[in-house]
């Protein structure tokens, strides 16, 4: 009679915790769809304060969408910072995400501040090589290489008569495999040294401190990207693409990876 009921009570438990994570997923989907129905009805801002509610998600794909969602809102009220700084996010979280990208260069195309890009060619390409793909996309490619490689060597290791070990396709995914793990570390290297920003304040002040005491240094308009190398206080140091740094105010920028 003891065990039945334990089992009654652990059935009873099971069963509320499956209803409650059944009515906090319906309770979000209903989000999701007051969230779109607000954008269709041209309420963009009540739109924002919905999915923004939603962003303590932890799955990368569905937050991408929110932030693709975000970046929409604000560009229809016309602010165009934040709309770039979360089609960034998003794209952060999937680099190809065709949409987002689609309509971040639309977003950036009406930015009035532009800084050209002074940095050297080889650096130009690697970024843009490593911005289509994440550091977990390079361990999936280097192990598949790795998979490869030694399925290639199980082979070779039956196939005696083989006269030498370095064959096709042993040496081309040994080449494969190192070049993955050298672009995935440059990658993570970028991540953790390199954190980019987008200026959100409609002109930010950069100065040549941490302080307001210290002298200004220029001016950046709402929606360039910068590149966060160092951080102190409210204060952030922060590099242009023709490679001037300053000190800017954290409230003054986001940042892309949150």
Do not use: H
């Amino acid at each position: 009679m003891k065990r039945s009921s334990a089992w009654f009570c652990f059935a009873a438990l099971l069963a509320c915790f499956l209803l409650s994570g059944n009515s906090f997923a319906d309770e979000r989907a209903q989000k999701w769809e007051e969230g779109a129905g607000l954008y269709k009805s041209g309420k963009f801002a009540e739109s924002v304060a919905v999915y923004e509610s939603l962003l303590n998600v932890s799955k990368p794909f569905e937050k991408a969408v929110l932030y693709f969602n975000l970046g929409n809102c604000y560009y229809r009220l016309g602010q165009l910072n934040f709309a770039i700084l979360n089609f960034e996010r998003a794209i952060s979280l999937r680099p190809w995400y065709a949409d987002a990208r689609y309509n971040l260069a639309a977003a950036k195309a009406k930015l009035e501040y532009k800084i050209e890009d002074k940095r050297g060619v080889f650096i130009r390409l690697n970024s843009l090589f490593l911005q289509w793909v994440n550091a977990s996309d390079f361990i999936l490619l280097a192990l598949l290489s790795l998979l490869v490689l030694s399925v290639s060597v199980l082979f070779w290791a039956r196939a005696s008569q083989s006269s030498s070990f370095w064959t096709f396709p042993r040496n081309e995914m040994v080449f494969l495999s190192v070049l993955f793990i050298v672009l995935w570390s440059s990658k993570l290297f970028y991540e953790r040294n390199y954190q980019e920003g987008i200026v959100i304040a409609k002109e930010a002040e950069v100065r040549y401190g941490p302080s307001l005491d210290n002298q200004s240094l220029m001016k950046l308009g709402g929606g360039l990207k910068v590149f966060i190398v160092d951080e102190r206080d409210d204060w952030s140091r922060v590099v242009t693409w023709n490679g001037e740094t300053g000190w800017i105010r954290n409230s003054e920028i986001g940042k892309v990876r949150t």
